[in-house]
């Protein structure tokens, strides 16, 4: 996939160099090489009438070979190649000084040319260096004009090399002058780009001092904003009574050196909202801070969440007049279905007197279905007052194993009569715990239902209970038909079910609800891990164990932290 376009092309450093201008230095390098080539060749000023002709020749090839070396830039160009050619420049002017007496000699204007070389090397960084090679070179001339004594006069050799190296110079300047303008006109329009890209963006950007005093602005400011007040009064005026402080603190904590956001109604418009990014700009030391900030319109987005509250806020209500409705009910029809429970319980007992066959298989029916009713009315009733947060756990300190115990007893008979095997793994000495003793019993009665319920003939109901720490774990593991991977996330939320049509006929979907709701009343979780055709196995972890072990007839009600 090709890439994006650039908005705008890096800025360079002035030091750096510019690959554009690689070729005219290069044709510069090629120019002295060739002037000093056919100066040489000409025999124009080598001082033959001297005798210094062998001499002058070698000045001439050591300053030309720089000018050929300086082809290379038309292959590979970059900071560390010309640094090398100046440092070329300056060994080649240093030897030819040497050779040709210096600035007295006949070549003395080639003194310099290390000057002139860095200026058309691009760096203002290198003129020093190209100055030390020429100080250099003239210290070496005169050295060797003190050893080997002044050279033979040559006005003719030392008015053409004086010549060329002014000419070289001028040209260096010239190129030197074209590149600044280059990148001086380069970076101008990258500025440009980036004022365009800024003035064009959505959002405000401000440059702020320490204080939130407007510096700068760039962008579009959201109409509830202006500008111009932003500069005349400064951030915080603008900002809405109320929100002010929130507004304050957003700056100091960017004045740290944290991120920021915040959110406020601007004075100027109540009904709307700006939302604020704040973040601490670089700055060098010694200098204020300065601060970077970013002003969006957002209300359309404090619209929606004002309008998710409100839908939140309702749907709350309506959820509190359920479990108000469910909860009344409940009580409303436990007093009749009681009565009801109680005449066919006489009935079938044929307490006042013989009755047909049938009249008491009617009544038995009417005893179970009513009884399964009043379990279903009192489950509904304590998920309703647990949703209210109006069940209150008495806490007492107690032997779980007792209650272990009491559960399995209930469910005894039901077992025996499905041809299921119960069994207990308790710890052999008490495991004293503080909690509510009918709601550890009323969770373990409704686990094992549910395993017995369904578990078929043959198969075995176990429950676990041991203390981990402060934590009480209790477990109850069957053999039953297990429940789908799909099924689990549902399972203990009211009224959800597993399995096939069949399984959901046997409950209503409330007992592994109440449980999970009585165990994070504890502060405790509830965990399921089951498998299709293996069995299900409940734990319930309740961090309510106590060091000591329970003194019998003791009961105190214990502060327990609920969450809501």
């Not at 409100?310 to 409705?325: I, M």
């Not at 075995?460 to 297990?482: F, I, N, W, Y």
């Amino acid at each position: 996939m090709k890439p994006p376009p650039a908005l705008f092309e890096p800025i360079r450093s002035p030091d750096a160099p510019d690959a554009r201008d690689g070729a005219a230095v290069a044709a510069w390098h090629a120019g002295w090489a060739a002037a000093v080539g056919l100066t040489a060749l000409a025999g124009d000023w080598l001082g033959r009438e001297s005798g210094a002709a062998g001499l002058g020749a070698s000045a001439a090839l050591a300053m030309a070979t720089p000018g050929l070396l300086g082809l290379v830039l038309l292959a590979r160009d970059g900071r560390s190649v010309r640094a090398a050619l100046l440092a070329a420049w300056c060994l080649a002017a240093v030897a030819a000084s040497g050779l040709s007496g210096g600035l007295t000699g006949p070549l003395g204007g080639f003194v310099f040319m290390s000057l002139a070389a860095a200026v058309a090397l691009g760096s203002s960084r290198w003129a020093p260096f190209g100055l030390l090679g020429t100080a250099m070179a003239a210290v070496v001339g005169l050295a060797a004009t003190g050893v080997n004594g002044a050279p033979a006069a040559s006005p003719g050799m030392a008015t053409l090399s004086a010549l060329l190296t002014v000419g070289a110079a001028a040209l260096a300047f010239r190129l030197s002058a074209g590149t600044q303008a280059r990148r001086l006109d380069a970076v101008e329009g990258a500025v440009a780009q980036v004022e365009t890209v800024l003035a064009g963006q959505p959002g405000l950007t401000l440059v702020l001092d320490a204080s939130g005093a407007p510096l700068a602005a760039y962008g579009a400011a959201p109409a509830a904003l202006p500008v111009d007040p932003l500069f005349e009064e400064g951030l915080v005026a603008a900002v809405h009574a109320p929100d002010r402080p929130a507004v304050l603190a957003a700056l100091a904590k960017a004045v740290a050196g944290s991120e920021a956001q915040v959110r406020f109604a601007p004075r100027l418009a109540l009904d709307r909202r700006i939302l604020l990014v704040l973040r601490r700009q670089a700055a060098k030391a010694g200098e204020p801070p300065r601060l970077i900030a970013v002003a969006l319109d957002a209300s359309l987005q404090h619209a929606r969440e004002e309008g998710l509250d409100a839908a939140r806020l309702e749907a709350e209500a309506q959820s509190a007049g359920k479990t108000r409705f469910l909860a009344h009910m409940s009580h409303e029809l436990r007093t009749p279905l009681n009565a009801v429970i109680g005449f066919s319980d006489i009935m079938r007992q044929r307490l006042f007197g013989p009755i047909s066959d049938r009249y008491a298989e009617y009544a038995d029916s009417i005893h179970t279905a009513g009884g399964h009713l009043l379990a279903l009315i009192n489950d509904v009733l304590d998920v309703s007052r647990i949703e209210a947060d109006r069940y209150d756990l008495s806490i007492e300190r107690f032997d779980v194993r007792e209650a272990v115990s009491a559960a399995l007893a209930l469910v005894r008979v039901q077992a025996d009569d499905k041809g299921v095997e119960l069994a207990a793994v308790l710890p052999p000495e008490a495991l004293t715990v503080a909690a509510d003793r009918r709601a550890v019993k009323q969770m373990l009665l409704n686990l094992l239902s549910n395993a017995v319920k369904f578990t078929p003939s043959g198969g075995s109901v176990t429950v676990t209970a041991e203390a981990l720490g402060a934590t009480l774990e209790l477990s109850v593991a069957d053999t039953g038909v297990g429940v789908a991977p799909e099924d689990l996330a549902r399972l203990g939320r009211p009224f959800e079910q597993a399995g096939g049509a069949e399984q959901r006929a046997q409950g209503t979907g409330l007992g592994l609800s109440l449980v999970r709701s009585l165990a994070e009343l504890h502060q405790g979780t509830m965990s399921l891990d089951s498998t299709p055709g293996a069995g299900t196995a409940v734990t319930i972890r309740l961090p309510v164990v106590v060091a000591r072990p329970a003194v019998d007839g003791e009961a105190e009600v214990i502060p327990l932290n609920r969450s809501a």
